[in-house]
């Protein structure tokens, strides 16, 4: 089937111009409404289906991998790695890169546990409030000065880590977050059996998805990843819609660093290296392309959760070092991007 | 923003800039030199240029290929992963000789960049992403290999890390060597010129019959093989392998040097003079932050600012 439409497209000499190219300036997918086909189905359910075959497999397979217990541990394990991954979303859908978000993250657990001791609105607005401005600096050197996003945000990432280490006193002081915090309640309990976390992602996954799908500024997005020129043209307010979509990355590795910190009762100060490695891996897996122009937040959503199942998985066993977790997170980033060129080649017919 | 009715500060900025990307990264050092000399006790030692220049050796190998991969109009963000990769290497086959030992370490360097080559080349992976996925796995690789730092008792490598010849401690012996080598390839080779001209212009060598892909696989193991010589000297120098935390972040200072030594990141031209400036001139900022009693917080903070008015600067060129 996909075959016929490859053929179709290449006959008719228009790239731009083959059946399922509706979308115009929205990368090689469209605008992501799906036709139906075969590639369309893999680059929108690939990580789901995946996702499905190793519950199914570990249930299988590994003792009590199903009690409400392990899968309570394994959605509050991921609601902070995905806070941060819907964040990644919006960066990568622009066409850019956030590497910052990890120290980002560890920057706004120790502010928070510092501003802890002000009390819950402290610690929540002090750490908002400078990584949003972390993000927000991004995002004016990316889209106003026009440096390239890996470059500015391994730069940020230094500095958040500096400005980390400067408040924890060269990262000898762990700060910790006083008995009796109102937050902490609303961060450690269960509503219905399920964390407050998860419940948290769940609502800001749904607020972003709407926010994508329904309204100008997710349109924004798009348009600014598919061609930033074209966007440019069409009248598409390009440098605004890219310091949004990194300010909100920066305001959110804060809140699931903040929120990280109190349910831990510290700020640990090497918590979240590498964890912007982690957010991309699943923003990738989930089915969003890193060229920018394409993608869903749902994705980002099971590709953080199918990470985690697998390091679950990799814990339950035995004798596997944790660290194996980052080598299966790689393979599997090269493996989707793989498959994604290849699709993205047999849809456009060349 | 453009500003049309200011052409007196436009002038002034097309003579500026390109003057700048050329030679700053020059004044930077010598300011730093100037500024050390002046306000830093016991900076003018033979003791203290050697402690430098043994410091800097795996920042300027690393650079040394990063160059070549930007040159090609690439990244490549494993090289710190790649460094922790060999050192790993070193410590799991020490039993076999510290000769095995090392050839190990370099292969399986030129291994990773191998795979970063044909992601790119081959696959038409974005350079960004191939080369994030090594780093993500390769960093992960050597842990599960060599979980934690694993002390090396050997005398032919402490002899590498610490040793000397003519009063010239090897390390920097090697590292001129490779500098020697890079320089002569850039300039002097059909080689050198491929990389540039890939870098410039892909499309035009795709037309003019160059290997294009030969030429970037080569390139990136040619990275990955240097990656592994830094993590190599790194390890010898440390008398341990530590996958953990050897080459974390050194990717942001290799890429730095770089583009502060006049390279820009589009490619289609390689500066490896300005390049070890580069190098030297973040080692220099590094010690004199921390000579003068800066914590390491404030020294990644000014770092950072370094980082971002060197691409800032740098960028003018792209856009001619």
Same mark, same amino acid.
């Given at each position: 089937m996909t075959a016929v439409k490859s053929t179709a497209a290449s006959a008719t000499g228009l790239p731009g111009g !083959?059946? +399922?190219?509706? +979308?115009?300036?929205? #990368?090689? %997918? !469209? /605008? !992501?409404? #799906?036709? *139906?086909s075969a590639a369309e189905f893999v680059q929108r359910h690939g990580a789901l289906v995946v996702l499905a075959a190793v519950l199914a497999v570990a249930a299988l397979t590994i003792? #009590? $991998? $199903?009690s409400v217990g392990n899968l309570n541990h394994i959605a509050v394990g991921a609601a902070f790695p995905a806070i941060i991954a819907l964040g990644m979303t919006f960066v990568i859908i622009t066409g850019g890169i956030d590497l910052s978000v990890g120290t980002v993250f560890a920057l706004a657990g120790v502010l928070a546990a510092w501003a802890s001791q002000y009390g819950s609105l402290a610690a929540l607005a002090l750490p908002l409030g400078v990584c949003g401005l972390i993000g927000a600096l991004n995002g004016v050197l990316i889209a106003?000065?026009? @440096?390239a996003p890996f470059i500015v945000t391994l730069a940020t990432m230094l500095g958040a880590w500096g400005l980390m280490l400067a408040v924890s006193d060269e990262g000898s002081e762990t700060y910790v977050v006083p008995?009796? @915090?109102?937050l902490t309640p609303m961060v450690q309990e269960r509503f219905l059996g399920i964390g407050y976390p998860v419940l948290l992602v769940l609502v800001l996954f749904a607020v972003g998805g709407v926010a994508l799908r329904r309204t100008g500024w997710g349109q924004n997005l798009y348009a600014v990843g598919g061609n930033e020129d074209a966007a440019a043209l069409m009248g598409v307010p390009v440098a605004r819609t890219k310091i949004s979509a990194y300010s909100l990355s920066g305001l959110l590795a804060g809140l699931a660093g903040a929120l990280n910190a109190v349910w831990l009762g510290s700020g640990v100060t090497? %918590?979240?290296? !590498?964890i912007e490695l982690d957010a991309i891996s699943a923003v990738v897996i989930g089915g969003?392309? @890193? /060229? *920018? *122009?394409y993608g869903f937040v749902s994705g980002s959503l099971v590709g953080v959760l199918l990470l985690n199942v697998i390091q679950n998985i990799i814990n339950g066993?035995?004798? @596997?070092?944790?660290?194996f977790q980052q080598v299966v997170s790689g393979s599997f980033l090269i493996t989707v991007v793989l498959a994604q060129n290849y699709l993205s080649r047999r849809r456009e017919g060349n | 923003m453009t500003a049309i009715g200011m052409p007196a500060v436009r002038v002034d900025r097309t003579r500026a800039v390109p003057w700048l990307q050329e030679y700053g990264v020059y004044i930077g050092v010598a300011a730093l030199l100037v500024f050390n000399l002046v306000?830093? &006790?016991?900076?003018?030692?033979l003791e203290n240029f050697r402690t430098q220049a043994v410091q800097v050796t795996p920042v300027l190998i690393l650079s040394l290929g990063m160059a070549l991969v930007i040159a090609t109009g690439g990244i490549d963000l494993s090289v710190g992963s790649v460094m922790a990769l060999s050192a790993a290497m070193i410590s799991l086959y020490l039993g076999y000789g510290p000769v095995v030992a090392v050839l190990v370490a370099l292969v399986a360097g030129a291994a990773a960049g191998a795979v970063n080559g044909a992601l790119v080349a081959?696959?038409?992976?974005?350079a960004i992403v191939a080369t994030l996925a090594m780093m993500i796995g390769g960093r992960g690789l050597s842990l599960v290999l060599l979980p934690q730092l694993d002390g090396i008792r050997n005398p032919g490598i402490r002899e590498l890390g610490a040793g000397e010849a003519l009063g010239v401690p090897y390390l920097v012996w090697i590292s001129a060597v490779l500098v020697a080598v890079v320089v002569f390839v850039v300039r002097r080779t059909v080689f050198g010129r491929r990389i540039v001209a890939i870098g410039g212009n892909r499309r035009a060598g795709e037309l003019s019959g160059l290997p294009v892909r030969r030429t970037l696989l080569v390139v990136y193991v040619l990275c990955g093989l240097l990656a592994a010589v830094a993590g190599v000297l790194a390890t010898a120098r440390l008398q341990a392998s530590d &996958?953990?935390?050897?080459?974390?972040?050194?990717e942001l200072s290799a890429i730095t040097a770089v583009v502060v030594g006049g390279? &820009?990141?589009?490619?289609?031209r390689v500066r490896i003079a300005g390049t070890v400036a580069g190098a030297v001139l973040m080692q220099l900022l590094v010690s004199t932050l921390i000579k003068h009693d800066l914590p390491p917080s404030w020294t990644q903070i000014a770092q950072t600012a370094v980082i971002i008015a060197a691409v800032y600067v740098a960028r003018e060129r792209g856009r001619k």
């Open positions: !083959g059946p +399922g190219r509706k +979308g115009g300036v929205r #990368g090689p %997918f !469209g /605008a !992501g409404g #799906g036709d *139906g003792d #009590g $991998f $199903f106003k000065a026009r @440096l008995d009796g @915090l109102a090497i %918590f979240g290296i !590498g969003t392309l @890193l /060229a *920018g *122009g066993i035995g004798g @596997l070092s944790s660290a | 306000f830093t &006790p016991h900076f003018l030692s081959f696959a038409g992976v974005q &996958p953990n935390s050897i080459g974390r972040l050194i390279t &820009p990141l589009q490619g289609g």
